[in-house]
């Protein structure tokens, strides 16, 4: 069964930065499409952004392009988060997700969207003060 378990938030000051890992389990494929998705308070969820598990092709959400960053590690099946230069506007719940398998990888890169993302992880708070 896949599962997806976040973790890694906290707490940090404006300009800080923060990594939160997801770990996943039952991907067999390594042909999924997984993502990071932000929710700030009273907000929709965002998609911050997404890799191809296989290919390792990525994409990354303007407002944070720069400053965040998305890894796998294959071996130890973990999705990364890098975030970097934290604003308070960052604050919020962020949720790993993976798409069905044999997801195509341009797809996932180019046009994936929230509703396609099936199965989600449980989130991880992070909070960043001015």
């Known amino acids: 069964q896949e599962r997806l378990v976040e973790s890694g938030g906290g707490s940090v000051q404006a300009g800080g930065s923060l990594i939160v890992s997801c770990q996943y389990a039952?991907?067999?494929?390594?042909?999924?499409?997984m993502g990071w998705f932000h929710q700030g308070p009273g907000k929709e969820r965002e998609t911050v952004a997404r890799?191809?598990?296989?290919?390792?092709?990525?994409y990354t959400a303007d407002s944070v392009k720069g400053r965040f960053a998305i890894s796998r590690d294959n071996e130890k099946n973990i999705l990364y988060l890098h975030m970097h230069d934290l604003k308070p506007e960052d604050s919020g719940q962020y949720y790993c997700?993976?798409?069905?398998?044999?997801?195509?990888?341009?797809?996932?890169?180019?046009?994936?969207?929230?509703?396609?993302?099936?199965?989600w992880g449980q989130g991880t708070q992070v909070i960043v003060s001015s």
């Open positions: 039952g991907y067999t494929s390594g042909t999924h499409c």
């Open positions: 997700a993976s798409t069905r398998t044999h997801y195509s990888q341009i797809r996932c890169v180019e046009k994936a969207s929230t509703d396609e993302f099936q199965n």
């Open positions: 890799i191809h598990i296989g290919g390792g092709s990525t």
